[in-house]
């Protein structure tokens, strides 16, 4: 079992869309939970990022944290074609706090 | 302005031929990263290092070597590359051990026939 497992989609949503992207973890260690974002042949940027459980709002994105059934989510309002991309979740933690990422998930936002 | 450089961005190599990836940080960053991504894969971890003449190895680290000489750069190796490792590389450094912002390049495509 992959210690990140994430649904690779593909999400196709209408513009103005609320879109749920989501993610599992299996290492008990992981402390810090991020997402990045991945446009076409271009390296992630970070986009999210979050320690521990809870809420973290940004503008019209929001991530959650579960650590209790370890599930990592993120919330975009008022998706834009702008936010066409993959999206990566990741954590990390432990004795090496190396990140394990999500296979990502490919959305398209449609004008 | 900082930034994390990766060269060359596009390579075409033989079967069997050594082939080098570089990767320059201007951030002072102790840690680096080598990732590479395919579909169906995501990204997953080469090797990594939180400092200078320090090496680990990640997940799929079998057919690669990292070394670290200075602060600034951590280069790849392929040793004898293979149709396998064709595929898009991933340099990316971080500044704190423990966060998991790391700040990534814009990536190597590398081609074995």
């Known amino acids: 079992q992959k210690e990140v497992e994430q649904d690779p989609g593909p999400l196709s949503v209408p513009e103005g869309a609320i879109v749920s992207l989501n993610c599992t973890y299996s290492?008990?260690?992981?402390?810090?939970f991020m997402w990045y974002r991945q446009y076409s042949r271009k390296g992630p940027e970070l986009l999210m990022y979050?320690?521990?459980?809870g809420n973290k709002e940004d503008g019209r994105f929001t991530a959650q944290v579960d650590k209790s059934s370890k599930y990592i989510s993120l919330f975009i309002r008022d998706s834009q074609p702008s936010d066409s991309a993959t999206y990566l979740c990741?954590?990390?933690?432990?004795?090496?706090?190396?990140?394990?990422f999500g296979k990502g998930t490919l959305l398209t936002v449609n004008p | 302005d900082a930034e994390i450089t990766q060269s060359p961005r596009h390579k075409i190599t033989e079967t069997g031929r050594q082939v080098t990836l570089a990767c320059h940080q201007t951030?002072?960053?102790?840690?680096m990263f080598w990732y590479r991504q395919d579909l169906g894969h995501g990204l997953r971890l080469i090797h990594y290092s939180y400092g200078v003449h320090d090496t680990n190895k990640g997940e799929v680290s079998d057919g690669y070597s990292v070394s670290r000489s200075n602060t600034e750069d951590l280069p790849l190796t392929l040793e004898s590359a293979a149709s396998s490792q064709t595929s898009v590389y991933f340099c990316?450094?971080?500044?704190?051990?423990?966060?998991?912002?790391?700040?990534f390049g814009e990536g190597s495509r590398l081609t074995v026939l």
């Open positions: 979050t320690y521990s459980s």
């Open positions: 990316a450094s971080r500044g704190a051990a423990n966060t998991g912002e790391l700040f």
């Open positions: 951030w002072n960053h102790n840690n």
């Open positions: 990741g954590g990390s933690g432990g004795s090496n706090y190396k990140l394990t």
């Open positions: 290492n008990s260690a992981f402390q810090y």
